[in-house]
Antibody, heavy 121, light 109 residues
Framework: EVQLVESGGGLVKPGGSLRLSCAAS????????MNWVRQAPGKGLEWVSS????????YDADSVKGRFSISRDNAKNSLFLQMNSLRAEDTAVYYC??????????????WGQGTLVTVSS | EIVLTQSPGTLSLSPGERATLSCRAS???????LAWYQQKPGQAPRLLIH???NRATGIPDRFSGSGSGTDFTLTISRLEPEDFAVYYC??????????FGQGTKLEIK
């Protein structure tokens, strides 16, 4: 069974940093592109960042570029999101999501339960 | 950047009725890269449709997707009580960002 479990969320002051983790199991992690998506309270989904299966290709939303950094450790079946210079508008539930297919885009069929990040003084 | 605009913002229908949700792109989107998700309160999104018209594994056949270019549609043929939720379209570009629409809330009338 595919499982994605996020952790690392919490309350942080503006300008602070946080590192989110996503522990993956039940599938060959190194074969799949991975993604972070966030959802501010009462708002819609916002794509944050994506990383290719081997980690060579990284894409970030303009809203987080230069502040957030996605990475992965295929040996430990883990995905990370390093978040620096946090702002109030970064407050959201952060989900990790896996491409359904390893070979082509077939949607993001697997999602974690999300971890809440609150940026407030 | 491709912007996806979903309509209506809220759709009020009764169980048994047909729901038609629209997703319009600011530029042409490859059908291969258009997906639909369902999200219920307190839950992660659930993939319904990929490639504009392909149901994901385990999705009932009352859900169908269609469209091409800039206009895409999600249709739910006969609404079940569990279908009332928020629905998002997503485009996955070869050049990110992989944008989502703002969502359509499907509520019980």
């Amino acid at each position: 069974e595919v499982q994605l479990v996020e952790s690392g969320g919490g309350l942080v002051k503006p300008g602070g940093s946080l590192r989110l983790s996503c522990a993956a199991s039940g599938f060959p992690f190194s074969n799949y592109n991975m993604n972070w998506v966030r959802q501010a309270p009462g708002k819609g989904l916002e794509w944050v960042s994506s990383i290719s299966s081997g980690g060579s290709y990284i894409y970030d939303a303009d809203s987080v570029k230069g502040r957030f950094s996605i990475s992965r450790d295929n040996a430990k079946n883990s995905l990370f999101l390093q978040m620096n210079s946090l702002r109030a508008e970064d407050t959201a539930v952060y989900y990790c999501a896996r491409d359904t297919s390893s070979g082509w885009f077939a949607g993001w069929g697997y999602w974690g339960q999300g971890t809440l990040v609150t940026v407030s003084s | 950047e491709i912007v996806l605009t979903q309509s209506p913002g809220t759709l009020s229908l009764s169980p048994g009725e047909r729901a038609t949700l629209s997703c319009r792109a600011s530029q042409g989107v490859s059908s291969s890269y258009l997906a639909w998700y369902q999200q219920k309160p307190g839950q992660a999104p659930r993939l319904l449709i990929h490639g504009a018209s392909n149901r994901a594994t385990g999705i009932p056949d009352r859900f169908s997707g269609s469209g091409s270019g800039t206009d895409f549609t999600l249709t739910i043929s006969r609404l079940e009580p569990e279908d009332f939720a928020v629905y998002y379209c997503q485009q996955y570009g070869s050049s990110p960002p992989h944008t989502f629409g703002q969502g359509t809330k499907l509520e019980i009338k």
